[in-house]
């Protein structure tokens, strides 16, 4: 067989094996439509954040939106980049006030937007990365912004003044990554002075190295910056990872190489690093109950991960030996995220327990943890429907080109 065919034949089996894929989603779409009570969202969720009964969504349609989780309305729209919007956090418009006012977006245009949550406006815009803004952290007591890029940086933004129609400015950058940074978190140590805090910061990039530093303010020339030392390297991830949460003295990651790990840190010398939660699929997201400040870590000993199109539970009340507790499915496409939501009783009189996931199927499902741990039913048998070759775009309406541009902002590099 010379090239030419043998192209033609792997073209011919890649288109084969997507229409099956199509087909397979489609069914799987129909099969699972009502299963987490879904909202159907008009973008593909790139970030998300549960604030009271509110869902915060970054979109792949260059907006933010504000949707009630009880009435599934869409509250608020927030429209200003012109690109993708990627990550979300919040300031207080007067630090330390704690009224989280002030809504931060990053985007494919490679800026940070600052916006009053009351009116919509745009406060500021600043030309952040030489590429994509993947991912924002925010640090109250600092008034600290990290942020994230394609560009393989991390840059320190000053958010002392919030309502400065300027662009904020720039107060460090470290430049050691040889990936795009996908992720970070910090944690201050409480035994820091208000005048030298001891800041540790992680950042996390798609080739699966978590970089450790020790962040120090210095004034020069009457204004300041952060140093950074580098303290560590973690190198256990064999590829990208997706998620990164520090709490409870662990460092929590989901990555690409089918594992979700949870590291001590600082490491204890003598101890033995905890086994990996493993699947078949990439991690694309975790939720780590036991860190949760309002949750009661043994009585919640779960870690909850989107593994392709499930939910995967696993119980890590020994960690040495976690267990695999069940799957869960209702999603047709990569669940993407996993987010504790505290919904109000029916008699308003206390807190009930839920998890949001949000998916490139375009939709949130809401869950009540009590049924999601619930042992699995008695399974019956079912009817093979045959998978035919469709001729029909795919159930979200996506074209091939629109779901591999996803693929690529979800996964990157």
Same mark, same amino acid.
């Given at each position: 067989m010379? @090239?030419k065919?043998?192209v033609?034949? !792997?073209? &011919?089996?890649?288109?084969? +094996?997507? #229409?099956?894929?199509?087909e397979?989603?489609?069914?799987k779409?129909?099969?699972?439509k009502?299963?987490?009570d879904?909202?159907?969202l ?10 009271g ?33 990627t990550?979300i ?14 809504l931060?977006?990053g985007?494919?245009?490679k ?6 949550t ?8 600043t030309p952040?990365?030489?590429?994509f ?5 925010m ?5 600290l912004l990290? @942020?994230?890029?394609s560009d393989k940086s !991390?840059r &320190?933004?000053?958010?002392? +003044?919030p #309502? ?13 990554h040889?990936r795009p940074v996908?992720?970070l ?11 030298a805090p001891?800041?540790?910061?992680f950042t996390a990039?798609?080739?699966?190295v ?6 120090k ?23 990208g ?19 979700i ?5 600082p ?12 699947c ?10 036991p860190?949760?400040?309002q949750?009661?870590?043994?009585? &919640? ?6 593994s392709?199109?499930t939910?995967?539970i ?5 960690p040495?030996e976690?267990?695999f507790?069940?799957?869960?499915e ?6 993407t ?7 109000d009783?029916?008699?308003?009189r206390?807190k009930e327990?839920w998890?949001i ?5 375009a939709?949130?499902r809401?869950w ?13 048998e ?7 070759k ?10 091939e ?6 693929a690529?902002?979800m996964?990157?590099e």
């Open positions: 010379n @090239s065919k043998k033609e034949t !792997v073209e &011919f089996l890649q288109a084969e +094996s997507e #229409l099956v894929l199509r397979a989603r489609k069914q779409a129909e099969k699972f009502t299963v987490g879904p909202i159907e008009s973008g593909v969720p790139i970030d998300v954040k549960i604030r009964k509110y869902a915060w969504l970054a979109e792949n349609t260059t907006t933010v939106r504000k949707l009630d989780l009880e009435s599934r309305k869409t509250v608020q729209i927030y429209k200003g980049h012109t690109g993708p919007v990550c956090s919040f300031c207080d418009s007067t630090p330390g006030s704690g009224d989280s006012k002030i931060i977006s985007s494919w245009d800026t940070i937007r600052l916006w009053n009351d009116t919509k406006d745009i406060i500021s815009t952040a990365h030489e590429d803004v993947k991912t924002l952290l640090i109250p007591s600092l008034n990290v @942020s994230g890029s !991390v &320190f933004w000053d958010l002392s +003044s #309502l400065s129609p300027n662009p904020l400015e720039s107060v460090g950058s470290i430049s050691s040889t996908q992720c978190d910090a944690y201050v140590a409480p035994s820091g002075s208000d005048d001891e800041v540790t910061l990039d798609t080739m699966g978590i970089k450790v530093w020790s962040l303010k210095e004034t020069e020339g009457g204004r300041y910056r952060w140093k950074h030392t580098q303290k560590d390297e973690l190198t256990y991830h064999r590829t990872i997706n998620e990164m949460v520090y709490g409870n003295g662990l460092l929590w990651t989901a990555s690409t190489d089918e594992s790990r949870m590291h001590p840190y490491p204890t010398p003598g101890v033995k690093p905890y086994p990996p939660l493993t078949t699929k990439s991690f694309k997201t975790l939720l780590s109950l860190i949760q400040p949750l009661d870590a043994d009585a &919640f000993p779960y870690v909850l991960g989107g392709g199109d939910i995967r696993y119980d890590v009340s020994s040495e976690p267990e507790v069940k799957e869960v209702g999603h047709w496409h990569d669940v995220h996993l987010r504790l939501w505290l919904r009783s029916d008699d308003k206390r327990i998890v996931s949000a998916s490139l199927d939709t949130l809401r009540k943890l009590a049924d999601l741990l619930a042992p699995p039913a008695p399974q019956t079912e009817k093979v429907v045959p998978i035919a469709p001729q029909a775009a795919a159930p979200s309406g996506l074209t080109e629109e779901e591999r541009e996803l690529e902002l996964d990157d």
